[in-house]
């Protein structure tokens, strides 16, 4: 056993213990901590933002690189705090219009690429030329599981005979993914608690 020396060691793992100290009961040690995590974060995140924003995304391209197309941004960036002066409030809807018309019409193409598109392309392939029989088997399985799930979707027709089979072949697929990403976001969190009892193991007492 080898205590860490170092005073932020001890500062995050006390600040780990209070945060474990939530599964003993709600405590004050627990409040310090969830205060503490709030605060730093939104701290650390206001800067990096008003960094990324007004320096990398305003200044160099206006300032340094001469580009004159972004005062137009700039002025659109202080539009958005008219919402802090009730007469001129309405002027932050400009901007607010212009974000979201922006954000869809990037984000509608890119979703529809990612989620639409790459699942046609990949259900729909030659389960017979995929190189290997599981690859084949693992295939079809993907191709019939997408189908009887968007035919459990289907509510034009009444699911019975081979449309409530299908349907309920989609069902049993639906219940795997939803597991499997349960069953994922169950392991991420393992991932992190490890993490955290390698740090109060290894780094804090030096037992690894």
Request: with cysteine; proline share 4%.
């Amino acid at each position: 056993m080898h205590l860490s020396p170092e005073p932020g060691v001890w500062l995050a793992a006390i600040l780990t213990l209070a945060g474990f100290s939530f599964l003993w009961k709600d405590n004050p040690m627990f409040k310090v901590m969830e205060h503490m995590l709030v605060g730093v974060s939104a701290g650390y995140y206001l800067v990096q933002y008003a960094y990324s924003a007004i320096f990398k995304k305003l200044y160099v391209p206006l300032v340094k690189q001469g580009n004159l197309l972004f005062a137009g941004c700039a002025v659109l960036g202080l539009m958005a705090f008219a919402r802090l002066f009730p007469k001129r409030s309405w002027l932050s809807r400009y901007p607010v219009a212009f974000y979201v018309a922006a954000g869809a019409g990037y984000s509608v193409p890119s979703t529809i690429q990612a989620r639409v598109i790459k699942q046609m392309q990949v259900t729909m392939i030659n389960v017979f030329d995929q190189g290997s029989l599981g690859a084949g088997v693992s295939s079809f399985l993907l191709f019939v599981g997408v189908i009887t799930v968007l035919l459990y979707f289907f509510f034009s027709a009444e699911h019975r005979g081979p449309l409530g089979a299908a349907s309920k072949i989609g069902i049993v697929t639906l219940m795997i993914g939803f597991g499997a990403s349960f069953g994922y976001t169950v392991m991420s969190r393992i991932t992190l608690l490890i993490g955290r009892f390698q740090f109060l193991l290894g780094d804090w007492l030096g037992f690894l």
